[in-house]
């Protein structure tokens, strides 16, 4: 079942630029940028433990889930383990991309982050994902955290 993070926090040793938890008007609590983030750079490693992709879709159930796909075979749960990249919420005009190398999630910034701004990354959920409306606030939102195209 989906485990609700109950005190999110971020965790030092996964950060490259200081990172707080408020609340967000997007959703719960958002992660913001406490200091300028230049573009194209890793901001935030998304942790947390690895399970099967059969456990994921075990615990893929309930408002809250923190599951992150690394591979066919692999998905990290922020539930347990997370770094506070986990609180991160949708937008359909991210300011980070998530990118995977060598077994490990790395949300990078697609553009400068102004202190103070909301970090937000498309979930790019599969179609046949069921999934809440998206209610980022984004000029054009798309109405859906499904995958386009």
């Given at each position: 079942m989906g485990k609700l993070v109950e005190s999110p926090r971020i965790d030092p040793r996964y950060v490259c630029f200081k990172l707080a938890i408020k609340p967000s008007k997007i959703h719960r609590f958002g992660v913001y940028a406490e200091q300028r983030i230049p573009a194209n750079r890793k901001v935030i490693e998304y942790t947390g433990e690895r399970i099967s992709n059969r456990e994921a879709n075990?615990?893929?159930?309930?408002?809250?889930?923190?599951?992150f796909e690394v591979n066919r075979y692999w998905t990290l749960d922020g539930a347990v383990g997370g770094s506070?990249?986990?609180?991160?919420?949708?937008?359909?005009?991210?300011?980070?991309?998530?990118r995977v190398m060598k077994g490990h999630i790395l949300y990078m910034s697609l553009r400068p982050i102004k202190r103070g701004e909301e970090l937000t990354v498309n979930y790019n959920f599969a179609k046949d994902t069921e999934v809440p409306p998206c209610c980022c606030g984004a000029k054009n939102c798309r109405g859906t955290m499904v995958r386009q195209g």
């Open positions: 075990r615990r893929d159930w309930g408002e809250y889930t923190y599951l506070g990249a986990e609180i991160i919420n949708h937008s359909c005009e991210p300011n980070l991309v998530a």
